[in-house]
């Protein structure tokens, strides 16, 4: 497949660049002075350079990991998120060996705890800006999307047994489990991050209403939050009768003054609000 440059956004590159110095500022300063770990191949390599000479860095076992997992994953995942992907982990390793921190923190010091949550909240945010922008900070997601149907689990549960291996391993070889244990916090605060990136700090609300007034609850529905809803024809599974499905999309302040609104006209309609991640408005100019 030949790619030509119109294949790529230059908004995505600076976007990446910008996660993978993020990222770096988050392993440098908070994990790596205390001897915390990051998820993934960015914790294997942590490790690795902990037990290995300091000839063999941690910017060197980044490269060394991910790179054949990214071109492992190139058939699966494209040739675009492959080089975007690459792309991200040599910003990563660079600035991951430009940053020289040792001993401590200069922001946290040694408090394990502020080390793992800001450790965490800053990497996730990196990888959550990577995801977001088509590249991916760790190739272990790569081996996810490959091999967890294999397995028959989730992706995100395969991610989740590799850490609980890797944090497993880390405690044997240091004989101690505190660093293990906060290094778990900093996975918990990564995962939040990466949700508030991809999906949003609000989710937009998705509320189905299923009602034989669909004409009067649309029109007061439409006046009070000047917006569109979806009408679909139903039937009642027990009842028989014909019923109309109204679908509309709304945010979490909006809820008590929808309810209120159909319980007014409507006080045996049925309704069920659920979350949704993205919503992609159409262009109504037509």
């Known amino acids: 497949m030949k790619l030509s440059l119109s294949d790529f956004e230059r908004r995505n590159f600076l976007v990446l660049t910008f996660a993978g110095i993020i990222n770096a500022i ?37 490269l060394i990991l991910n790179i054949p ?53 800053i990497t996730g945010t ?41 944090y497993t391993i880390c405690g044997f070889c240091l004989q101690s489990w505190i660093l293990p244990l906060y290094s778990i916090v900093t996975y918990m605060a990564a995962i939040k991050a990466i949700d508030f990136i991809i ?23 439409s006046k009070e939050f000047q917006t569109g809803m979806t009408r679909l024809a139903a039937r009642g599974g027990y009842s028989g009768e014909d019923k109309t499905m109204i679908y509309f999309i709304l945010n979490r302040f ?9 319980r007014k006209i409507d006080p045996k309609a049925y309704i069920v609000i659920s979350e949704v991640a993205d919503v992609f408005p159409m262009n109504q100019a037509q």
Request: charged letters at 10%; hydrophobic letters at 50%; aromatic letters at 12%.
């Open 26 to 62: 988050g392993v440098t300063i908070f994990l790596a002075p205390v001897k915390l770990y990051d998820t993934g191949i960015s914790g294997t390599s942590m490790l690795l350079g902990q037990l290995t000479p300091s000839t063999f860095s941690l910017s060197m076992f980044l």
């Open 126 to 166: 990196a990888s959550g800006f990577s995801l977001r922008f088509g590249g991916a900070m760790d190739g272990i997601e790569v081996l996810a999307v490959i091999f967890s149907k294999q397995l028959g689990i989730s992706v995100g549960a395969f991610v989740m047994v590799y850490n609980v291996i890797l």
């Open 69 to 121: 997992l990214f071109l492992y994953g190139l058939k699966k995942q494209g040739p675009v998120f492959t080089i975007y992907a690459i792309y991200t982990v040599i910003i990563y390793s660079i600035f991951a060996w430009l940053i020289n921190v040792s001993i401590a923190s200069p922001l946290a010091g040694t408090d394990l705890l502020l080390c793992s949550l800001f450790g965490g909240l």
């Open 199 to 221: 999906e949003g700090f609000d989710r937009a609300k998705c509320a189905i209403i299923v009602t034989d007034q669909a004409d009067d609850i649309c029109d007061a529905l």
């Open 254 to 262: 909006q809820i008590t003054t929808m309810k209120n609104i159909i």
